[in-house]
């Protein structure tokens, strides 16, 4: 399921990330876990914490990160 689509302060894995060097620079690297700390209405970026970071991820590169809810 898309990032963007998730429920907030459940913990995921994610499963895939677009190309983009920007997002592997912040520490976004499949199989790596995350929280979605904060979602911003209308469409708005969402805020992950992956490790002890936050990080701001806007609505178009989230729908392209899919995860999946650790057990």
Do not use: C
Request: aromatic share 2%; no cysteine.
């Amino acid at each position: 399921m898309p990032l963007y689509n998730i429920d907030q302060k459940s913990k995921y894995v994610i499963e895939q990330i677009p190309q983009v060097g920007l997002l592997k620079s912040l520490g976004l690297r499949e199989g790596a876990t995350v929280t979605v700390l904060s979602q911003q209405p209308l469409g708005g970026p969402i805020v992950i914490k992956i490790g002890s970071r936050h990080i701001a991820i806007a609505k178009d590169l989230a729908d392209q990160i899919t995860v999946k809810e650790t057990s």
